[in-house]
């Protein structure tokens, strides 16, 4: 199956600061979806990104699919967003995998 | 509803007991999904459901568990004779179609086997 790898898998900031975390997978993917998981194990969905580049806020996300990566991009970073970032690139409709994730530490 | 319902929240069961767990996904979505998520881990995938069918369960860890979604909206997850390793967070997650279509995750329901 499809091998997903995350980094860094751990990252403090102090709030204000950016960040870039990205997301490498080994197969080529239907579509790709971003989510961030809150201290209390709710997972938001941030982007829903098959390629090219979308922006929410401080949040932007670009998925550059024929090289098989995604980054997720933090700008001004506040303590709620604090929390574990995943990527999950689906190579197949119904084949979703996780990677490991990176979490976020954003100290006041 | 507004999102995605999971009960019970948390599930504490003796090894050897039978447990269920219930999916409510948004009302209208095709796609179900569940997940399990080991301490410190990604969620794994498990099971899927369009509509009422379970087209892929190539997930589940053991003939221990069991999916359904009888009328093609709740789901139950059901795992008899649970057992220490099956401990984890239990994530449904619902999807208006199987593609092009952000999926949407409930709060998931935490086991401890006991």
């Known amino acids: 199956g499809i091998q997903v790898e995350q980094s860094p898998p751990d990252l403090i900031l102090q709030e204000g600061a950016n960040s870039t975390l990205r997301c490498n997978f080994s197969?080529?993917?239907?579509?790709l979806q971003w989510f961030h998981q809150n201290p209390w194990g709710q997972l938001i969905n941030l982007f829903y990104?098959?390629?090219g580049t979308k922006q929410n806020g401080r949040l932007s996300a670009t998925t550059v699919a024929t090289e098989r990566y995604s980054l997720l991009y933090i700008s001004s970073s506040q303590t709620t967003d604090s929390g574990v970032y995943f990527c999950?690139?689906?190579?197949?409709?119904?084949?979703?995998?996780f990677g490991a994730g990176t979490r976020l530490t954003v100290k006041p | 509803g507004a999102g995605v319902s999971q009960s019970p929240r948390y599930k504490v069961a003796k090894r050897g007991q039978d447990v269920a767990l219930r999916c409510d996904p948004i009302?209208?979505?095709?796609?179900l999904f569940w997940y399990q998520q080991a301490l410190g881990q990604g969620p794994e995938f498990l099971t899927y459901?369009?509509?009422?069918?379970?087209?892929?369960k190539s997930g589940l860890p053991s003939d221990r568990f069991f999916a359904e979604r009888p009328e093609g909206s709740v789901s139950t997850l059901k795992i008899q004779r649970t057992q220490q390793e099956d401990s984890a967070v239990y994530l449904c997650?619902?999807?208006?179609?199987?593609?092009?279509?952000?999926?949407?995750f409930g709060n998931g329901t935490r086991l401890t086997v006991t």
């Open positions: 459901f369009q509509n009422e069918a379970q087209l892929d």
């Open positions: 990104i098959p390629s």
């Open positions: 999950a690139p689906t190579p197949t409709p119904n084949d979703m995998r």
């Open positions: 009302s209208g979505h095709v796609s």
């Open positions: 997650a619902s999807s208006l179609v199987i593609s092009n279509s952000p999926l949407h």
């Open positions: 197969d080529s993917v239907n579509n």
